[in-house]
């Protein structure tokens, strides 16, 4: 017996289904990560943090289930990266970490995009008052006795630099920078928590003694010891990196600082990023200005340094950002739509 469907029964029925499926399109849209497992690996450093915390934010409003970062020094950080042991950072650094970069496996096993951070600057600071009493504008004249003996804190006659921690790629810098311009014999690098050596030199500072310390832009030690006001620059007579680049540009408002300018890149699994070009195009995108990172790097000096703190002042750099945040999101999905996954 054949059963007679009226037709405006049929309409409602086909309607019903257009409309569930073009919901389950939407969704699919809205949150192309969905069901995707996504590891972070971060540093140490927890000045880089807010930057990871924003990543992590707009990934799981595309739907990416992100899991807790593994947090470790930057090598480390790599080789998990390319090893797939994790997915994908957000720190690092072009031309800081390049050596650690390509050792880890470079471009044939990862995928390197954004601009995160531009403008990064890294170089030598001492007090401005010393600068000027004693004429010192390049790193150099601390081959002169009288010069280091000015900055020496343990009384054996050499200008003792606050360094770079160990696994930083900074300290490989400082390193070959004491070799280039022969200084071993005039200056000791010290080494250790970066944290822990600066606020000593902040307390000489403030006492009223000379200092001579390793800096980089953005930074929160750049809110207390101002350039210009508290502090200046050292030159470096000319410039020469560890891998050779010598014609990176290292020069900052005219001074010849021996570091390359440099950008945060995110560096991401390369099979991971093939399967998911919605992280890819929304990492790609992201970016937050050196005096913002500056500002929140402050507030950890200040004592806002626990996840909670940085994951809320992620929180309320999205919200001041959201419209651009919005745009990177929508871009994402754009991407996501035309690969079949």
Known sequence: MTHFIPR???????????????????????KPGEGVKVRPSYPIAMEERVLGEIAIAGLKELGYDVKTPSETEIPTMLLAVSYGDADYTVNLWEKLHASFYKRAGGDDTMVRVGDMVPG???????????????NIRYITDMKKPEIAKLFDTDNDGKADLTGCNPGWGCELVIEHHLNAYDLNKSITHVRGSYTALIADTIARFNEGQPVFYYAWLPQWVGGILVEGRDVVWLEVPKTDLPDGDNQADTTYQGKNLGFAKDKVEAAINKAFAEENPALVKFLSQLRVSSEDISAENFKLHDGEDK???????????????????????ENARKAATVTDR
């Open 8 to 30: 405006r029964m049929f309409s409602y029925a086909a309607a019903c289904v257009l409309s569930l499926t073009s919901l389950g399109a939407s969704a699919s849209y809205e």
């Open 120 to 134: 990064l600057v890294q170089g030598y600071m001492i007090d401005k008052k010393t600068a000027e009493a004693h």
């Open 307 to 329: 996840i909670p703190d940085i994951q809320r002042h992620a929180k309320e750099w999205i919200a001041a950002h959201r419209q651009e945040f919005d745009g990177w999101l």
